[in-house]
């Protein structure tokens, strides 16, 4: 699997807008790019994916580079509830593990 | 919604027992996965299993491991015997078999093996 590149935490301010950012400069044409996030111990919760199109979905915007090389995950309002670590993991389809790293650590603050 | 489920959610252990940790994936998922995190470290892979066989494995899943779907709607994983090192959360996943195979967590278990 490529690798990711993300900054190890960061903060956000409680009701403005998250962005996340991503590299993936290895990326291959085949490869989707997938956000999680993990809420102190608990199962990771997948968020949103993508191969090349921006998506939006009800928890999350996906905006990719044209060229694919990184990627952004906004959180449109950011709340308290969603301070967790943010993964960021590019995986080819079908039946394929997820390689976590270590993420981005964020911390929603009021 | 549909959810991955894990029983039980803690589970202790002597070292050199065997236990196994049980899963109901989604009901209509084909794909299941096994992932294990040790306190304060990365999620690691272990197992996927697809069509009732293996599909593939780290390098942790050793001959220590072994996972079964023994009814169509139950996935467990069965650690022979347990060392220290065995304590984690580990988390089953399931995803659909289409393209796009999504996978979701369940809850975790944590195993302490004492």
């Known amino acids: 699997d490529a690798k990711t590149t993300q900054p190890p935490s960061m903060d956000c301010a409680e009701g403005r807008a998250a962005n996340l950012p991503c590299n993936h400069s290895?990326?291959?044409?085949?490869?989707?790019v997938y956000w999680y996030r993990q809420i102190h111990s608990q199962g990771p919760q997948y968020i949103i994916h993508?191969?090349?199109n921006n998506e939006t979905n009800e928890m999350a915007s996906l905006i990719i580079t044209e060229d694919r090389k990184s990627s952004t995950l906004i959180l449109p309002h950011a709340t308290l509830r969603d301070t967790a670590v943010y993964y960021c993991?590019?995986?080819?389809?079908?039946?394929?593990?997820?390689?976590f790293g270590k993420g981005n650590q964020v911390v929603v603050i009021p | 919604e549909p959810e991955v489920t894990q029983t039980p959610s803690h589970q202790v252990t002597q070292m050199g027992q065997e236990v196994i940790l049980r899963c109901v994936p989604i009901?209509?998922?084909?794909?299941f996965y096994w992932y294990r995190q040790i306190l304060g470290q990365k999620v690691e892979f272990l197992v996927s299993?697809?069509?009732?066989?293996?599909?593939?494995k780290s390098e942790i899943f050793d001959d220590q491991f072994s996972v079964e779907r023994p009814d169509g709607s139950n996935f467990t994983l069965k650690i022979r015997s347990t060392k220290l090192e065995d304590s984690a959360m580990y988390f089953c996943?399931?995803?659909?078999?289409?393209?796009?195979?999504?996978?979701?967590f369940g809850p975790g278990t944590r195993l302490t093996v004492l």
């Open positions: 993991i590019v995986r080819s389809g079908g039946n394929n593990r997820l390689a």
């Open positions: 299993f697809y069509n009732n066989e293996i599909s593939e």
């Open positions: 290895t990326i291959s044409g085949n490869e989707y």
């Open positions: 009901s209509n998922h084909l794909y």
């Open positions: 993508g191969l090349k």
């Open positions: 996943a399931s995803g659909d078999a289409g393209l796009v195979d999504t996978q979701y």
